[in-house]
């Protein structure tokens, strides 16, 4: 088998088989093909796309490509939630104890974030204390005894990944869905769950800017899942405008807290007892939405979703205290700044890509692997898509450790918001739920 007859048949529209998917994938990895063969490749891929079932077996070579987690010894249904990215997107720190606290068993690997703010490791390495190193045994012993664990993806899960998608960041081939498709779900596969529940974005802060695009996205990662034989949802929700108020690290760990508490923003909510619902139904927690929604709604209510985050940072080494008393505890920024609406009007525009790069010049995210976060800083919005603002009032305020970089994101923030005369049409926080039986449009 040579390289060259790969990339030749996929150029012409040619489907590659199982062994020749494979081939690449192990060779890629070994070093035997070279980057810019592999980039020949990736562009074909681009331009000619693959069918499903090609897509089906790059996931699973590239799962295959190094250890696929064993959750055996964790009893009853795995189920692992996966986020395609957003700003203030803080749903997994929320979501996690929401659904523990309901019997759903999660064992979650989580990376650090790349781009406007840290991932969720980032955010709760905020918690003083708090360990996201964990030994395998430690990982499955905390969902047995909790059923909850987060923990940092080991440097072995899915290893050609990795190696393939910076070759694509690189090659401008990420925007393809079958490639994305098949980096996400590859991940997932390898971490070991039964049941795998998607939060696939859709806007201006969001990788897929379009609500088709967003479909398709999901309905490849579904059938991907259904393929393998992991049962697999994807609810597709909007990041137009950021989720809840918060963006940064340590901030966004704070209105987490607020949520699980019963005072968080209602967007953030609203989209934790849709995501959550449909955790309880993949866990066979519930036997309708319904059902599965008041369940989670009277576990915030009563404090034990709290109460189960606490548990839940207590057993990975966190201070409790911190959780407790976030305003005290947690990081925070020298300076304190607000951004002001320059004239009366109506909020017609957040553009969440713009918010979330002004979280970035404060330090709140890494423009490239090696940068360092600044765990303190970041932005609270004061206002949301469709508030009215007269002149003066706040639209946001900056915790920043610089100067330089508050008058930075002053900028960006103010031409991220748009004020308009009359108000905007109302967009919906969810478009849409897929499952391996279709697709339903909200």
């Known amino acids: 088998m040579r390289m060259y007859d790969l990339i030749l048949k996929k150029r012409n529209g040619g489907e590659m088989t199982k062994a020749e998917i494979e081939f690449f994938i192990e060779g890629y990895l070994t070093g035997r093909i070279p980057d810019y063969q592999a980039s020949a490749l990736l562009m074909a891929i681009f331009f000619q796309k693959m069918t499903k079932r090609e897509t089906a077996d790059l996931t699973m070579a590239m799962a295959r490509s190094g250890e696929m987690l064993d959750l055996s010894g964790i009893e009853g249904i795995k189920v692992d939630k996966h986020s395609t990215g957003g700003v203030g997107d803080k749903v997994s720190l929320i979501l996690g104890p929401m659904v523990a606290a309901a019997g759903v068993k999660v064992a979650k690997m989580s990376g650090r974030g790349l781009g406007h703010t840290g991932g969720t490791i980032d955010k709760l390495e905020s918690i003083p204390g708090f360990s996201v190193e964990l030994s395998k045994e430690q990982f499955i012993n905390n969902v047995n005894r909790i059923g909850l664990a987060i923990a940092g993806q080991t440097a072995n899960l899915a290893p050609a990944d990795k190696k393939l998608y910076a070759l694509r960041d690189t090659t401008a081939t990420v925007d393809n869905v079958s490639l994305i498709a098949a980096s996400v779900m590859s991940k997932k596969i390898a971490s070991g769950a039964d049941k795998i529940l998607l939060d696939v974005k859709t806007g201006s802060g969001a990788f897929m800017k379009t609500v088709e695009d967003s479909f398709a996205l999901a309905r490849e990662m579904v059938d991907i899942g259904a393929g393998v034989g992991r049962e697999t949802v994807a609810v ?12 940064g690290n340590a901030l966004e760990v704070k209105e987490a807290i ?4 019963g005072n968080g923003p209602k967007d953030l909510y609203e989209l934790c007892l849709t995501l959550g619902a449909n955790m309880l139904l993949l866990a066979k927690k519930a036997s ?3 059902e599965a929604r008041a369940r989670l709604q009277e576990l915030v209510e009563k404090g034990a979703a709290f109460n189960k985050f606490k548990e839940f940072v ?8 911190a959780v407790e008393s976030p305003d005290n505890c947690l990081p925070k920024a020298r300076l304190i700044t607000e951004v002001k609406a320059p004239k009366a009007g109506f909020i017609a525009k957040i553009n969440a890509e713009e918010i979330g790069f002004a979280s970035l010049v404060l330090g709140a995210g890494r423009e490239t692997k090696e940068s360092s976060i600044d765990l303190a800083v970041g932005l ?63």
Do not use: C, W
């Open 236 to 247: 597709i929700s909007d990041m137009e405008q950021p989720l809840g108020y918060a963006v």
């Open 258 to 261: 607020a949520t699980l508490q």
């Open 288 to 290: 309708s939405a319904e």
């Open 314 to 321: 207590a057993a990975q080494g966190g201070d409790i205290t």
């Open 380 to 442: 609270v919005l004061h206002k949301k898509l469709g508030d009215y603002a007269q002149a003066g009032d706040v639209l946001a305020v900056i915790h920043s450790n610089d100067p330089e970089k508050t008058k930075l994101a002053e900028k960006k923030i103010l031409q991220a918001i748009e004020l308009s005369a009359n108000a905007p049409g109302k967009r919906p926080l969810i478009f849409g739920v897929v499952t391996s039986s279709g697709s339903k449009t909200y």
